[in-house]
Protein backbone atom coordinates (compact mmCIF):
# COMPACT_ATOMS: atom_id res chain seq x y z
CA UNK A 1 0.00 0.00 0.00
CA UNK A 2 1.02 3.69 -1.60
CA UNK A 3 -0.87 6.57 -0.24
CA UNK A 4 1.32 9.26 -1.87
CA UNK A 5 1.93 13.19 -0.29
CA UNK A 6 0.92 14.71 -3.85
CA UNK A 7 -2.75 14.91 -4.22
CA UNK A 8 -2.34 13.98 -7.90
CA UNK A 9 -1.13 10.82 -6.99
CA UNK A 10 -3.51 9.37 -5.19
CA UNK A 11 -5.53 8.19 -7.69
CA UNK A 12 -2.63 5.11 -8.72
CA UNK A 13 -2.10 3.88 -5.45
CA UNK A 14 -3.97 0.87 -3.56
CA UNK A 15 -6.41 1.84 -1.24
CA UNK A 16 -6.30 0.40 2.42
CA UNK A 17 -9.06 -2.03 1.49
CA UNK A 18 -7.41 -3.50 -1.50
CA UNK A 19 -4.37 -3.72 0.69
CA UNK A 20 -6.34 -5.90 3.33
CA UNK A 21 -7.59 -7.99 0.51
CA UNK A 22 -4.60 -8.77 -0.88
CA UNK A 23 -3.19 -9.38 2.81
CA UNK A 24 -6.03 -11.77 3.15
CA UNK A 25 -5.51 -13.97 -0.29
CA UNK A 26 -1.84 -13.94 0.43
CA UNK A 27 -3.24 -16.28 3.23
CA UNK A 28 -3.55 -14.05 6.47
CA UNK A 29 -1.23 -13.42 9.37
CA UNK A 30 1.14 -16.39 10.41
CA UNK A 31 0.80 -17.80 13.49
CA UNK A 32 4.93 -18.10 14.56
CA UNK A 33 7.46 -15.24 13.98
CA UNK A 34 9.73 -16.16 11.04
CA UNK A 35 13.28 -15.13 10.42
CA UNK A 36 13.15 -11.44 9.26
CA UNK A 37 15.31 -10.04 7.15
CA UNK A 38 15.99 -6.19 5.37
CA UNK A 39 17.51 -5.92 2.12
CA UNK A 40 18.43 -2.57 1.03
CA UNK A 41 18.99 -2.61 -3.11
CA UNK A 42 21.13 0.40 -4.51
CA UNK A 43 20.94 2.36 -7.72
CA UNK A 44 23.51 0.22 -9.59
CA UNK A 45 21.92 -2.91 -8.48
CA UNK A 46 18.58 -1.91 -10.57
CA UNK A 47 19.98 -0.36 -13.42
CA UNK A 48 17.55 -1.68 -15.62
CA UNK A 49 15.32 -4.91 -16.50
CA UNK A 50 17.65 -7.46 -16.58
CA UNK A 51 19.41 -6.34 -12.92
CA UNK A 52 16.07 -5.65 -11.17
CA UNK A 53 15.23 -9.55 -11.96
CA UNK A 54 18.50 -10.72 -11.14
CA UNK A 55 17.87 -8.78 -7.95
CA UNK A 56 14.48 -10.07 -7.50
CA UNK A 57 15.95 -13.94 -7.75
CA UNK A 58 17.88 -12.88 -4.34
CA UNK A 59 14.66 -11.77 -2.89
CA UNK A 60 12.84 -14.83 -3.85
CA UNK A 61 15.95 -17.05 -2.64
CA UNK A 62 15.80 -15.33 0.65
CA UNK A 63 11.83 -15.84 1.20
CA UNK A 64 12.05 -19.93 1.18
CA UNK A 65 13.27 -19.42 4.81
CA UNK A 66 12.77 -15.62 5.84
CA UNK A 67 10.14 -12.81 5.55
CA UNK A 68 11.65 -9.98 3.70
CA UNK A 69 10.85 -6.91 3.20
CA UNK A 70 12.68 -4.83 0.59
CA UNK A 71 14.54 -0.39 0.54
CA UNK A 72 15.29 0.84 -2.62
CA UNK A 73 17.21 3.25 -4.03
CA UNK A 74 16.41 5.04 -7.49
CA UNK A 75 18.04 3.97 -9.97
CA UNK A 76 21.57 5.07 -10.68
CA UNK A 77 21.77 8.18 -12.60
CA UNK A 78 18.34 9.34 -11.55
CA UNK A 79 18.83 11.48 -8.71
CA UNK A 80 20.93 13.39 -10.72
CA UNK A 81 18.47 13.87 -13.62
CA UNK A 82 16.06 14.60 -11.15
CA UNK A 83 18.16 17.64 -9.04
CA UNK A 84 18.78 18.99 -12.44
CA UNK A 85 15.50 19.93 -13.21
CA UNK A 86 15.34 21.62 -9.90
CA UNK A 87 18.43 23.79 -10.80
CA UNK A 88 17.00 24.33 -13.94
CA UNK A 89 14.31 25.72 -12.47
CA UNK A 90 15.93 27.59 -10.10
CA UNK A 91 17.64 29.24 -13.28
CA UNK A 92 14.30 29.73 -15.10
CA UNK A 93 14.90 27.34 -17.83
CA UNK A 94 11.46 25.42 -18.16
CA UNK A 95 12.34 23.94 -21.13
CA UNK A 96 15.18 21.88 -19.62
CA UNK A 97 13.38 20.63 -16.78
CA UNK A 98 10.62 19.51 -18.68
CA UNK A 99 13.00 17.58 -21.26
CA UNK A 100 14.74 16.17 -18.06
CA UNK A 101 11.31 15.70 -16.48
CA UNK A 102 10.30 13.57 -19.82
CA UNK A 103 13.46 11.75 -20.02
CA UNK A 104 13.12 10.72 -16.72
CA UNK A 105 9.63 8.87 -17.39
CA UNK A 106 10.45 7.56 -20.74
CA UNK A 107 13.82 5.85 -18.81
CA UNK A 108 11.53 3.98 -16.42
CA UNK A 109 8.73 3.01 -19.48
CA UNK A 110 11.46 1.40 -20.92
CA UNK A 111 12.55 -0.73 -18.19
CA UNK A 112 9.20 -1.66 -17.70
CA UNK A 113 8.90 -2.96 -21.12
CA UNK A 114 11.93 -4.71 -20.65
CA UNK A 115 10.22 -5.87 -17.86
CA UNK A 116 7.87 -8.01 -20.37
CA UNK A 117 5.22 -8.46 -17.81
CA UNK A 118 2.17 -9.67 -18.46
CA UNK A 119 -0.42 -7.93 -20.62
CA UNK A 120 -2.67 -6.86 -17.27
CA UNK A 121 0.35 -6.11 -15.12
CA UNK A 122 2.12 -3.85 -18.02
CA UNK A 123 -0.92 -1.75 -17.90
CA UNK A 124 -1.45 -1.55 -14.38
CA UNK A 125 2.20 -0.51 -13.72
CA UNK A 126 2.33 1.64 -17.06
CA UNK A 127 0.04 3.11 -15.55
CA UNK A 128 0.96 4.20 -12.35
CA UNK A 129 4.28 5.44 -13.76
CA UNK A 130 2.07 7.51 -16.17
CA UNK A 131 0.78 9.01 -13.16
CA UNK A 132 3.95 9.72 -11.30
CA UNK A 133 5.48 11.53 -14.58
CA UNK A 134 3.00 13.86 -14.90
CA UNK A 135 2.91 14.68 -11.23
CA UNK A 136 6.40 15.57 -11.90
CA UNK A 137 5.76 17.30 -14.85
CA UNK A 138 3.30 18.99 -12.91
CA UNK A 139 5.98 20.66 -11.02
CA UNK A 140 7.00 22.35 -14.19
CA UNK A 141 5.30 25.37 -15.12
CA UNK A 142 4.22 25.18 -19.23
CA UNK A 143 5.13 29.22 -19.75
CA UNK A 144 5.82 31.92 -17.19
CA UNK A 145 8.38 32.30 -14.54
CA UNK A 146 8.76 29.11 -12.19
CA UNK A 147 8.40 29.23 -8.36
CA UNK A 148 10.95 29.78 -6.01
CA UNK A 149 13.47 26.30 -6.70
CA UNK A 150 14.00 26.21 -2.37
CA UNK A 151 15.09 23.00 -0.70
CA UNK A 152 11.70 22.12 -0.41
CA UNK A 153 10.94 21.35 -4.19
CA UNK A 154 14.42 20.04 -4.58
CA UNK A 155 13.46 16.91 -2.14
CA UNK A 156 9.95 16.79 -4.05
CA UNK A 157 11.47 16.36 -6.99
CA UNK A 158 14.06 14.02 -5.59
CA UNK A 159 11.99 12.14 -4.14
CA UNK A 160 10.31 10.49 -7.63
CA UNK A 161 13.43 8.54 -8.39
CA UNK A 162 12.55 6.02 -5.65
CA UNK A 163 8.96 6.08 -6.17
CA UNK A 164 9.58 4.81 -9.55
CA UNK A 165 11.76 2.37 -9.15
CA UNK A 166 9.65 0.96 -6.06
CA UNK A 167 6.66 0.45 -8.67
CA UNK A 168 9.25 -1.46 -11.15
CA UNK A 169 10.93 -3.65 -8.64
CA UNK A 170 7.62 -4.57 -7.35
CA UNK A 171 6.52 -5.79 -10.48
CA UNK A 172 10.00 -7.09 -11.20
CA UNK A 173 9.23 -9.27 -8.30
CA UNK A 174 5.80 -10.70 -9.39
CA UNK A 175 7.13 -11.44 -12.15
CA UNK A 176 9.60 -13.59 -10.41
CA UNK A 177 6.54 -15.43 -8.67
CA UNK A 178 7.14 -13.20 -4.82
CA UNK A 179 4.12 -11.75 -4.22
CA UNK A 180 4.71 -7.67 -3.75
CA UNK A 181 3.69 -4.36 -2.95
CA UNK A 182 5.59 -0.68 -3.13
CA UNK A 183 5.13 1.24 -0.23
CA UNK A 184 5.93 5.37 -0.04
CA UNK A 185 7.99 5.42 3.37
CA UNK A 186 6.76 9.08 3.76
CA UNK A 187 3.58 7.09 4.46
CA UNK A 188 5.45 6.26 7.58
CA UNK A 189 8.88 7.84 7.99
CA UNK A 190 8.30 11.11 10.00
CA UNK A 191 11.04 13.73 9.93
CA UNK A 192 11.74 17.24 10.99
CA UNK A 193 11.30 19.85 8.19
CA UNK A 194 15.19 20.42 7.39
CA UNK A 195 14.64 19.74 3.79
CA UNK A 196 17.54 17.94 1.94
CA UNK A 197 18.91 16.66 5.12
CA UNK A 198 15.74 15.87 7.58
CA UNK A 199 16.52 13.64 10.65
CA UNK A 200 13.83 11.61 11.06
CA UNK A 201 11.43 10.62 14.48
CA UNK A 202 12.71 6.83 14.90
CA UNK A 203 10.20 5.41 17.34
CA UNK A 204 7.02 7.59 15.64
CA UNK A 205 7.97 5.98 12.41
CA UNK A 206 8.38 2.77 14.44
CA UNK A 207 4.86 2.77 15.25
CA UNK A 208 3.24 4.13 12.02
CA UNK A 209 5.25 1.79 10.11
CA UNK A 210 4.63 -1.42 11.51
CA UNK A 211 0.90 -0.87 11.12
CA UNK A 212 1.88 -0.85 7.32
CA UNK A 213 4.85 -2.99 6.96
CA UNK A 214 3.90 -5.80 9.57
CA UNK A 215 0.81 -7.16 8.06
CA UNK A 216 2.66 -7.77 4.81
CA UNK A 217 5.19 -9.58 6.56
CA UNK A 218 2.82 -11.46 8.19
CA UNK A 219 1.32 -12.65 5.03
CA UNK A 220 4.25 -13.59 2.95
CA UNK A 221 3.86 -10.26 0.64
CA UNK A 222 7.42 -8.23 0.19
CA UNK A 223 7.24 -4.78 0.82
CA UNK A 224 9.18 -2.71 -2.00
CA UNK A 225 9.81 0.58 0.47
CA UNK A 226 11.43 3.86 -1.14
CA UNK A 227 14.66 4.85 0.70
CA UNK A 228 15.50 8.11 1.17
CA UNK A 229 12.53 9.54 1.38
CA UNK A 230 10.14 10.71 4.72
CA UNK A 231 7.72 13.18 5.59
CA UNK A 232 6.95 16.46 7.76
CA UNK A 233 4.17 15.91 10.55
CA UNK A 234 2.12 18.23 8.19
CA UNK A 235 2.83 15.61 5.08
CA UNK A 236 5.56 17.73 2.97
CA UNK A 237 8.26 15.60 1.21
CA UNK A 238 11.93 15.47 2.79
CA UNK A 239 15.09 13.86 1.87
CA UNK A 240 17.15 11.91 4.23
CA UNK A 241 20.28 13.91 2.13
CA UNK A 242 22.12 12.18 -0.12
CA UNK A 243 23.99 9.06 -0.56
CA UNK A 244 21.41 7.90 2.93
CA UNK A 245 19.95 5.16 1.49
CA UNK A 246 21.86 3.09 3.87
CA UNK A 247 20.33 4.41 6.71
CA UNK A 248 16.60 4.06 4.95
CA UNK A 249 17.42 0.76 5.06
CA UNK A 250 18.43 0.87 8.80
CA UNK A 251 15.57 2.19 9.84
CA UNK A 252 12.91 0.20 8.04
CA UNK A 253 14.69 -3.05 9.36
CA UNK A 254 14.36 -0.97 12.92
CA UNK A 255 10.36 -0.56 12.15
CA UNK A 256 9.99 -4.90 11.14
CA UNK A 257 12.71 -5.75 14.02
CA UNK A 258 14.70 -7.56 11.19
CA UNK A 259 17.14 -9.76 12.89
CA UNK A 260 19.49 -9.19 9.76
CA UNK A 261 20.05 -5.98 7.27
CA UNK A 262 21.47 -6.87 4.00
CA UNK A 263 23.34 -4.09 1.60
CA UNK A 264 23.55 -5.30 -1.80
CA UNK A 265 25.98 -3.04 -3.65
CA UNK A 266 28.28 -3.66 -6.28
CA UNK A 267 31.31 -4.74 -4.49
CA UNK A 268 32.05 -8.09 -1.99
CA UNK A 269 32.22 -6.22 0.83
CA UNK A 270 34.71 -4.33 2.99
CA UNK A 271 38.33 -4.34 2.32
CA UNK A 272 41.56 -3.58 3.92
CA UNK A 273 42.25 -0.87 1.17
CA UNK A 274 41.03 -0.37 -2.04
CA UNK A 275 41.42 -3.38 -4.05
CA UNK A 276 42.04 -1.02 -7.21
CA UNK A 277 44.80 0.80 -6.18
CA UNK A 278 46.78 -2.18 -3.58
CA UNK A 279 47.46 -5.52 -4.36
CA UNK A 280 47.59 -6.62 -0.25
CA UNK A 281 43.65 -5.45 -0.09
CA UNK A 282 41.88 -8.34 1.92
CA UNK A 283 38.45 -8.51 2.47
CA UNK A 284 37.46 -8.05 6.16
CA UNK A 285 35.36 -11.32 6.90
CA UNK A 286 34.01 -9.59 10.57
CA UNK A 287 33.39 -6.15 12.00
CA UNK A 288 32.45 -5.15 15.29
CA UNK A 289 29.66 -2.37 15.64
CA UNK A 290 32.71 0.04 16.90
CA UNK A 291 34.45 -0.79 14.31
CA UNK A 292 32.51 -0.05 11.18
CA UNK A 293 31.02 2.85 12.76
CA UNK A 294 34.35 4.30 13.62
CA UNK A 295 34.97 4.05 9.91
CA UNK A 296 32.19 5.26 8.49
CA UNK A 297 32.04 8.12 11.19
CA UNK A 298 35.93 9.19 10.11
CA UNK A 299 34.52 9.65 6.09
CA UNK A 300 34.78 6.36 4.78
CA UNK A 301 32.77 5.17 1.93
CA UNK A 302 31.32 2.10 3.60
CA UNK A 303 28.13 2.69 5.26
CA UNK A 304 26.47 5.65 6.33
CA UNK A 305 27.58 6.96 9.96
CA UNK A 306 23.83 6.18 11.60
CA UNK A 307 23.08 2.91 9.88
CA UNK A 308 25.54 1.01 12.65
CA UNK A 309 24.61 2.93 16.22
CA UNK A 310 20.77 1.87 15.45
CA UNK A 311 21.79 -2.03 13.97
CA UNK A 312 23.53 -2.16 17.89
CA UNK A 313 20.83 -0.93 19.61
CA UNK A 314 18.44 -4.56 19.00
CA UNK A 315 21.87 -6.29 17.69
CA UNK A 316 20.61 -6.50 14.31
CA UNK A 317 23.48 -8.29 11.67
CA UNK A 318 24.68 -6.07 8.79
CA UNK A 319 26.09 -7.78 5.58
CA UNK A 320 27.90 -5.91 2.74
CA UNK A 321 27.39 -7.83 -0.25
CA UNK A 322 27.79 -8.06 -4.08
CA UNK A 323 24.15 -8.35 -5.98
CA UNK A 324 26.69 -9.35 -8.89
CA UNK A 325 28.57 -11.78 -7.24
CA UNK A 326 26.29 -13.36 -4.66
CA UNK A 327 28.29 -16.51 -3.91
CA UNK A 328 30.73 -14.22 -1.94
CA UNK A 329 29.87 -14.10 1.61
CA UNK A 330 30.28 -10.69 2.04
CA UNK A 331 31.59 -8.39 5.14
CA UNK A 332 29.09 -9.62 8.31
CA UNK A 333 29.14 -6.18 11.23
CA UNK A 334 27.94 -7.33 14.09
CA UNK A 335 28.60 -8.90 17.67
CA UNK A 336 31.78 -10.30 17.31
CA UNK A 337 32.11 -14.24 16.91
CA UNK A 338 35.10 -15.85 18.24
CA UNK A 339 37.40 -16.36 15.36
CA UNK A 340 39.96 -19.24 14.82
CA UNK A 341 43.37 -18.27 15.83
CA UNK A 342 44.89 -18.03 12.33
CA UNK A 343 42.00 -16.18 11.14
CA UNK A 344 42.42 -13.65 13.97
CA UNK A 345 45.65 -12.79 13.87
CA UNK A 346 45.41 -12.38 10.08
CA UNK A 347 42.79 -10.08 10.74
CA UNK A 348 44.31 -7.59 13.67
CA UNK A 349 47.12 -7.68 11.19
CA UNK A 350 45.99 -5.25 8.81
CA UNK A 351 44.83 -1.97 9.28
CA UNK A 352 40.82 -1.68 9.03
CA UNK A 353 40.37 0.92 5.96
CA UNK A 354 37.43 1.32 3.69
CA UNK A 355 37.15 0.81 -0.12
CA UNK A 356 36.94 4.40 -1.65
CA UNK A 357 33.75 5.58 -3.03
CA UNK A 358 34.66 4.98 -7.03
CA UNK A 359 35.39 1.17 -6.02
CA UNK A 360 31.88 1.12 -4.12
CA UNK A 361 29.91 3.55 -6.53
CA UNK A 362 26.24 4.33 -6.42
CA UNK A 363 24.85 0.96 -5.33
Not at 220 to 243: H, K, Q
Request: charged residues 25%; glycine residues 8%; hydrophobic residues 45%.
Amino acid sequence: MSLENVPEELAAERSHAELRERVHFAGGASKQRRNVVAFKFGGSSLLGAERMLHAAGLVRAATRASGVTVVVSAMKGVTDHLLSIARALADGKLAHARREAELVLHLHLDVLEDLQLSEDDDLRVRRELQLLGRDLLHEIPVHGRAAAAGAELFDRLASFGERFSARLFAAALEKSGVPAVPVTSSDFVLTCDTFRDAQPHLEKSKQRGRVVLLPLLEAGVVAVVTGFIGATPDGRITTLGRNSSDFSGAIIAHVVDADELVIWTDVDGIYTANPNESAEARLLHELSYDEAHALAASGAKVLHAKVLPLAAETEMVVWVRNTFNPQARGTRIGTRRPLPDSRAASQDSVPICSISSQQRGAA
